[in-house]
């Protein structure tokens, strides 16, 4: 007599528990139940399946914890978000501990680990979406954040499965076939004992591939946008002294923020990013785009109140380098002005395009570039690989001169000689960019008779005062004797001789850097050819007067884009179209060297650039000006 089939039994209540060790301990082919021992527990592919996951979890966590250690510092996450993850990221090892525990309910503390590890990982990848989208810039350390959660998450989740179905099955922690062990099962056969553990071993190594790749997937798929060139054989073209009567090539760029010369053009940054064109037809060299980026105004200051916006790029003396600066989230925005980190500055050798460095900044640090070293703040980097070389042992500030330093050396400090109205010179001190460190120099240089203007460089020289107690005067328009130096030869890593540039009134900040020659009141100098011209006699740019020349004809008022040389030569008249531009032609003149953010005139390597805003009294308000420019392209020569 069966007496199964006479016997009432008791229905199994179906738990969430129960449900999910019933899944788990179903063998490989679905039918046979592990329970009866017909199919060993070394055959089950949910079993190695959560085995490989345990492996591929704690190795992740383990990469994301070696990973965080050199990227910490690539750029600062705020404390309270670190405070945060750290809250909810030690809960997850104190769940698996209790989990742990004889008699515990494993698949619920599974369940509350998955309710922690994946909101949390998930989090840490907005944070990082959110920073990407407000800057362009990448913080890694929150995808490495984000891995580490999710590793240790996915292990722990998987070790409470396994220690589950153990208890389920009622296998001894020392029985060889317990799915929870770390040591691998044992399999009697030895044929299929090797194709186990090939099995083992993909199975791992597919978890791991799959964790970790995001990491190093995301950045590169959603960073910049980069086309680069080779750098080109032979001399590379000179910076034009004369100014030709003919545009060789024109173009609209749109969203132009600003234009600086290269080592070997022109280079020109908008709204997208950096581009360098080609001066014999304005066909693009390289580019660097930054999808969302904003650019930041470099602030340059002399002693401690008197501060300037200089320009959106800094170049190194030859142009070889070019830095700028890309702001940072919106909540590193109120941190401290002078010490905290809220932009990234990004450096890009202007020959091929190629981003040889790239470190955390901040809006008001000064930016200087020698020809082989970038100093941000109190820290040089090296120009070549981006590699942090030294920062100042004491504390000389964060602020100061920003823009082209020396070929070998930065400015330290500048301390002004103001007394009782308009400066003209100022005391500033030189220090080494080597990592060999040499004592610094103190020099007196000429500054421009504006109270916001800071020393005037170009190609490593700068104007000094012969006489050292010219820089002491207070006497707006008395001219004093000038010589034009070289900073290299002030700090004795250079040997040029001074350059006697007569008695002179002023200097021109703007006309030098936009030209690539010191420009004073009364002469140019070209430190490329070391001579001397008096500006009534000067070809080129720096003598000129720019900008709109507005007349009359048959009753309309008509314009002309212009460049009148000093010398009185035939220089570059570009006629303006009537009605082609939002503003009044009427009253406008050139002035000597009128540059600005409208009108915009640059001597680059192999041309002189020309760009007008045809749109300038159409106002959209703050940065993110996207309004089209006229890019006009002008060949000259040598003198």
């Not at 790239?358 to 020809?371: C, F, I």
């Not at 007394?419 to 610094?440: E, K, M």
Request: one cysteine or more; glycine letters at 10%.
């Amino acid at each position: 007599m069966d007496v199964g089939c006479c016997t009432t039994r008791k229905p199994r209540r179906l738990t969430l528990s129960y449900s999910i060790m019933k899944y788990m301990s179903q063998t490989s082919d679905d039918i046979v139940d592990a329970d009866t021992g017909d199919t060993p527990i070394t055959a089950n592919r949910r079993v190695l399946v959560l085995r490989a996951l345990r492996i591929g979890g704690l190795i992740a966590f383990l990469v994301a914890l070696l990973l965080a250690c050199p990227w910490w510092d690539g750029f600062p996450v705020p404390q309270s978000h670190v405070n945060q993850f750290l809250l909810f990221g030690t809960t997850l090892p104190f769940l698996w501990l209790l989990g742990c525990r004889k008699g515990a309910s494993k698949v619920w503390f599974a369940c509350l680990v998955v309710i922690d590890a994946v909101p949390l990982a998930a989090f840490q990848v907005y944070r990082w979406w959110l920073f990407h989208s407000q800057s362009s810039i990448s913080v890694t350390l929150f995808l490495v954040l984000a891995l580490l959660a999710f590793g240790l998450g996915v292990f722990i989740v998987a070790d409470l499965l396994l220690r589950a179905l153990r208890d389920r099955l009622d296998i001894s922690r020392r029985d060889p076939a317990n799915p929870a062990r770390f040591r691998p099962l044992r399999d009697t056969n030895a044929t299929s004992r090797w194709r186990g553990r090939l099995r083992r071993l993909s199975l791992v190594a597919g978890a791991v591939v799959v964790l970790v790749a995001p990491v190093f997937l995301t950045p590169a798929l959603t960073g910049p946008v980069s086309t680069t060139a080779t750098a080109p054989a032979g001399d590379l073209p000179a910076r034009p002294t004369t100014i030709g009567s003919e545009v060789t090539w024109r173009q609209d760029v749109r969203g132009l923020i600003d234009v600086t010369a290269g080592a070997a053009g022109p280079i020109l940054l908008t709204k997208d990013g950096v581009t360098a064109l080609n001066p014999g037809d304005g066909t693009v060299l390289w580019s660097h785009h930054r999808p969302g980026a904003t650019y930041l105004m470099i602030r340059s200051s002399v002693g401690k109140s008197a501060e300037r916006y200089i320009s959106h790029m800094v170049t190194s003396p030859t142009g070889r380098h070019v830095a700028l600066r890309v702001k940072g989230p919106a909540e590193l925005r109120d941190a401290d002005r002078d010490s905290s980190v809220n932009a990234v500055t990004v450096v890009i050798d202007t020959l091929t395009g190629q981003v040889t460095g790239e470190h955390p900044s901040n809006g008001v640090w000064r930016l200087q570039l020698s020809d082989a070293a970038v100093l941000d703040g109190e820290t040089a980097y090296s120009l070549k690989d981006g590699q942090k070389l030294w920062s100042f042992t004491e504390n000389h500030g964060y602020t100061g001169y920003s823009g082209p330093a020396g070929h070998e050396c930065f400015i330290e400090k500048v301390d002004s000689k103001q007394r009782s109205g308009p400066f003209t010179g100022a005391r500033i001190t030189l220090t080494s960019d080597s990592t060999v460190r040499i004592s610094p120099k103190r020099v007196d240089v000429a500054l421009s008779a504006g109270l916001n203007e800071v020393p005037v460089l170009v190609n490593g020289w700068t104007i000094q005062p012969k006489n050292p107690d010219d820089a002491l005067r207070t006497d707006e328009g008395e001219s004093w004797e000038a010589q034009a130096i070289s900073l290299d030869s002030l700090i004795g890593s250079g040997d040029e001789e001074p350059v006697d540039l007569g008695r002179i009134t002023d200097v021109d900040h703007d006309a030098s850097h936009r030209s690539g020659v010191l420009r004073t009141s009364e002469s140019v100098f070209d430190p490329a050819t070391r001579t001397v011209t008096p500006v009534s006699q000067y070809p080129g740019l720096a003598g000129a007067a720019t900008g709109i020349d507005a007349t009359v004809q048959e009753g309309k008022h008509t314009g002309a884009f212009v460049i009148r040389p000093g010398d009185g030569s035939t220089g570059i008249t570009v006629p303006i179209e009537p009605g082609s531009v939002s503003f009044p032609l009427e009253g406008e003149k050139p002035d000597p060297f009128n540059s600005g953010e409208d009108l915009i005139f640059l001597n680059a390597p192999g041309i002189t650039l020309m760009a007008l805003d045809p749109d300038r009294e159409i106002r959209t308000g703050g940065y993110g000006y996207t309004h089209t420019y006229r890019l006009y392209g002008v060949a000259g020569g040598s003198a």
